[in-house]
């Protein structure tokens, strides 16, 4: 990526090592990314993949979960596992001078870690606690709600947490099997700031010469989502009501991606955005409001969502319907572009402030095989794409919207009724 | 580290700017002494209400357009009000700094409080309470706060009552901004690569310059937290909580903010802090513990946050109890200071790879008169030992002197 200096190796065994140089500050950060996260979950076994990755800082190679924790701890640093739908991913932030007590730790973890009996069940009723609390939120369940209808029971279907159910049954052996899968699906491990000499060989120095075999993530598909208009409502006890429209759509650096990425700034990005100036600024109706559309190896949601009072759900519904219509209706102008590009760029470069920064974002781009650049080949691809490519793009992509609903009875029955009136609904 | 440069206007508003060269935007950043606990009674909410308004435009720009000309120059901005200040802040590309300082100083500083905008606003701002109403857990803290705080404004909420909001008009706000935006209770502070920008040049005919002092000096009281305990059922809560509040000196004393950060640190801060390893990792009585310190001017606040079944808040509140009483009893052990220094330390080291992080800390401790540079709280950090922690501050954690509150659901 511009300014920074890129080093790429090959551990042994065939995971690829990106080493970004930036001397000055005195800190690492290391992300190791293995494809393969709660998208892979197999049946019966969703939350699997979180349950793993929590159990890993419980003890692995020599260390105890408790010397392990202390180790890490001891020298102030951070260290998080943690599944997403496409991956696991391992993130270490320290102080560079402590890189040769900690590097060793990544691999170790996913290579020797221990699987306690006793600490699975631990982390197990933490993840099962955290799904149930969840549920006083209800942003989280018109989400969890939306989720439903964009990817029903597919690979996208469940939270990274799991389902209670399948949550409660998962055992030791399971989770050993899918240890050994580590790596298998590809894998890539990042190093940002400044670097300690011979990272490599930390890297590797609690394996005893061990390789991992492990492959470099391949571009490949990954989960589709269903394609129809579909309404869900979840009645709740609340002043609000929560709306949330959303499609899934396609794969980041898939065609058409970048011109969505387009539409999110120019929608969602900033308060002079889109649905911002529409929604809060014109009409007052919500305080929060946005776009959600995150980076996923398969069809990713590309969602509105806002939440206004009760008694003006019929409005905010109203709103909300149109904005997205106008996006398959019209092309937006040439100033929006422009703006739509600047605010794309501002926040690429805001978003490599720091060495986690920088190394979440290549882990990101190589876990799903695309190439270290990618994120500055965007910023030249998406300055040539013209208002009619992303008016194509929506057209292709975003037809069939869903809408979930969080709220009391009566705002429900409001936005329903404007739903059905509505063509979107199909 | 590099070191703070600051510079006096003739009104005697200050500058203070920090050289960071490797940063790829620059972080304007707008301070003042007018946050929730400088309101009237009659004033609940108008703090935060202004700070919305003022992205409504000024005299010179219209609403949105800031946002749009911040924007379209590949920035963004923002704002947020607390109990004892204010700042909007901008980050932009170095070469458009000096233009988004113009636009951020007209836009703050001379605000155009239009009545349809306040209108509209208004209703903005009763979405966010809403939305906030809809989360228990917020209503939990806000009612901790409250019975812990008593009439001190820490107790009241920074969104306003309802029935003030409904009631405000432009005129009472008009006469807020005039009373706090004033020459001695703003300052701006500037982090990133800043060579050949001469901010302080362009600041000499700003708005900023010609701010008038304050009429007369006033304050905020000192907090005086009321220990107690108290049970509630809140709807749509899912698991139980126990929520305390504790109180240590304010942020004057940065010194023993420092101190309260180790020691929180020291209690619940990873798996081998005192409160986690006994609450969750061992006993399992918890899905979570959390100790923040909130430092603020009139007395920091530690709320401790409790997440767990509710037919174990007893229990949970009788181990927080047991955890506090044997920390007073004995002292930590060299090596759990340690861990917590280097945690506070690298948390502290981190926080500076981050224009946006570096102005809000300089520009902070500016407005409150406090000038130590960027070293300084490394200092302070190495400064404690544990028998200053035991005798200065862990007394001040003693359990019979917080606020309790159980939240149960409904």
Redesign the interface.
Same mark, same amino acid.
């Given at each position: 990526m511009s300014g920074a200096q890129a080093q790429q190796l090959l551990l042994p065994g065939g995971c690829p090592l990106w080493l970004i140089d !930036?001397p000055?500050?005195?800190?690492l950060s290391a992300k190791l990314w293995m494809r393969g996260g709660s998208s892979c979950d197999r049946s019966g076994q969703r939350g699997a993949a979180q349950l793993l990755a929590g159990v890993l800082s419980r003890g692995c190679g020599d260390l105890s @979960?408790?010397a392990l924790?202390?180790l890490?701890?001891?020298?102030?640093?951070g260290l998080r596992c943690e599944a997403a739908e496409d991956g696991t991913l391992l993130s270490l932030?320290?102080?560079s001078s402590d890189a040769q007590a900690l590097l060793p730790l990544l691999l170790l973890m996913v290579q020797r870690p221990w699987l306690v009996e006793d600490q699975i069940n631990?982390e197990r009723?933490?993840n099962l606690?955290?799904l149930? !609390?969840?549920?006083?939120?209800?942003f989280q369940l018109a989400h969890d709600q939306l989720r439903g209808l964009l990817y029903g029971d597919g690979p996208y279907g469940h939270d990274a947490l799991g389902v209670e159910a399948d949550l409660r049954t998962l055992n030791r052996s399971q989770l050993q099997e899918l240890v050994g899968a580590y790596g298998q699906a590809g894998a890539v491990l990042v190093l940002a700031g400044e670097l300690p000499p011979q990272a490599q060989t930390l890297l590797l120095a609690g394996l005893a010469g061990e390789a991992w075999p492990c492959a470099a993530p391949q571009r490949q598909a990954g989960p589709k989502g269903l394609k129809q208009s579909q309404l869900a409502c979840s009645q709740?006890?609340?002043?609000?009501l929560v709306l949330m429209l959303g499609a899934s759509t396609t794969a980041l650096g898939a065609p058409h991606a970048l011109a969505l990425r387009l539409l999110h700034c120019h929608l969602g990005? @900033?308060?002079?955005s889109r649905l911002f100036?529409a929604l809060?600024?014109?009409?007052?109706?919500?305080?929060?409001v946005g776009v959600h559309y995150p980076a996923r190896l398969g069809d990713a949601p590309f969602v509105f969502h806002l939440?206004? &009072?009760s008694d003006r759900a019929a409005d905010a519904t109203r709103e909300l319907l149109a904005e997205w219509q106008r996006l398959l209706d019209q092309a937006i102008t040439a100033e929006d572009l422009?703006?739509a590009l600047?605010?794309f760029?501002?926040q690429e +470069?805001?978003g490599?402030?720091? &060495?986690s920064q920088l190394a979440d974002r290549h882990a990101l781009v190589l876990g799903h095989g695309l190439p270290f650049d990618f994120a500055d080949r965007s910023l030249h691809e998406a300055a040539e794409l013209s208002s009619d490519q992303l008016l194509q793009a929506a057209r292709e992509l975003l037809t069939a919207p869903s809408l979930s609903l969080c709220g009391p009875a009566s705002a429900l029955q409001q936005a329903e009724a404007v739903w059905q009136r509505h063509s979107l609904s199909g | 580290m590099p070191e703070p440069r600051r510079h006096q206007l003739d009104n005697g508003v200050s500058l203070v700017q920090i050289e960071l060269p490797?940063?790829?935007?620059v972080c304007l950043d707008l301070w003042c002494r007018a946050g929730s606990a400088w309101e009237t009674s009659a004033e609940s909410g108008l703090a935060h209400f202004l700070e919305h308004m003022v992205?409504k435009g000024s005299e010179h720009l219209d609403?949105?357009e800031f946002?749009?000309k911040v924007? +379209?120059?590949?920035?963004?901005?923002n704002a947020a009000t607390g109990f004892d200040d204010v700042h909007y802040h901008v980050?932009i590309?170095p070469a458009a700094a000096p233009q988004a300082m113009e636009l951020l100083l007209d836009l703050v500083l001379q605000p155009r409080l239009d009545d349809d905008d306040f209108a509209?606003?208004?209703?903005?701002?009763?979405?966010?309470l809403?939305?906030s109403?809809?989360?228990?857990?917020e209503v939990a803290f806000q009612e901790l706060l409250r019975q812990a705080c008593g009439d001190h404004a820490y107790g009241l909420p920074i969104l306003g009552r309802r029935e003030a909001l409904e009631a405000h008009t432009t005129d009472a706000m008009a006469a807020f901004h005039r009373r706090h935006y004033r020459a001695d209770r703003c300052c701006l502070s500037v982090a990133g690569p800043l060579a050949g920008l001469d901010l302080e040049r362009h600041l000499r005919e700003s708005p900023l310059a010609a701010l008038a002092p304050s009429d007369h000096n006033s304050a905020v009281p000192v907090l005086q937290l009321q220990p107690g305990k108290q049970r509630i059922e809140l709807?749509?809560?899912? +698991?139980a909580r126990l929520l305390m509040a504790w109180q240590l000196p304010g942020a004057a004393d940065q010194d023993s903010v420092m101190g309260g950060d180790l020691i929180t640190t020291l209690l619940a801060?990873?798996?081998?802090?005192r409160l986690v390893e006994q609450l969750?990792?061992r006993l399992?009585l918890v899905?979570?513990i959390d100790l923040d310190l909130n430092v603020l001017e009139s007395g920091c606040l530690v709320l401790l946050e409790a997440?767990c079944?509710p037919e174990q808040l007893d229990a949970v509140e009788q181990q927080v109890r047991q955890v506090l009483l044997e920390l007073i009893d004995t002292s930590p052990s060299e +090596?759990e200071l340690? !861990?917590a220094?280097?945690?506070?330390?690298?948390?502290y080291?981190?926080s500076?790879?981050?224009?946006g992080s570096v102005a809000a800390m300089v520009g902070n401790s500016q407005l409150w008169g406090r000038r130590h540079n960027l070293q300084r709280p490394l200092e302070w950090l190495e400064g404690w030992s544990t028998e200053r922690l035991s005798q200065e501050v862990i007394p001040l954690l003693h359990p019979d002197r917080a606020y309790c509150l159980q939240a149960v659901p409904a």
């Open positions: !930036r000055g500050a005195g800190i @979960g408790d924790a202390d890490v701890e001891g020298c102030g640093a932030k320290c102080a631990l009723q933490l606690q955290t149930q !609390r969840q549920r006083e939120d209800p709740d006890d609340t002043e609000q990005v @900033g308060m002079s100036v809060r600024e014109e009409h007052g109706l919500a305080y929060d939440s206004t &009072s422009e703006l600047a605010k760029r501002g +470069a805001l490599r402030q720091t &060495s | 490797q940063a790829p935007v992205f609403a949105g946002d749009l924007e +379209a120059l590949g920035g963004n901005s980050l590309p509209m606003e208004r209703q903005v701002v009763l979405e966010e809403a939305q109403e809809d989360q228990p857990e709807a749509r809560l899912e +698991a801060e990873g798996r081998r802090s969750r990792e399992r899905e979570s997440v079944e +090596a340690d !861990r220094k280097r945690l506070v330390g690298n948390g080291r981190f500076l790879e981050v224009a």
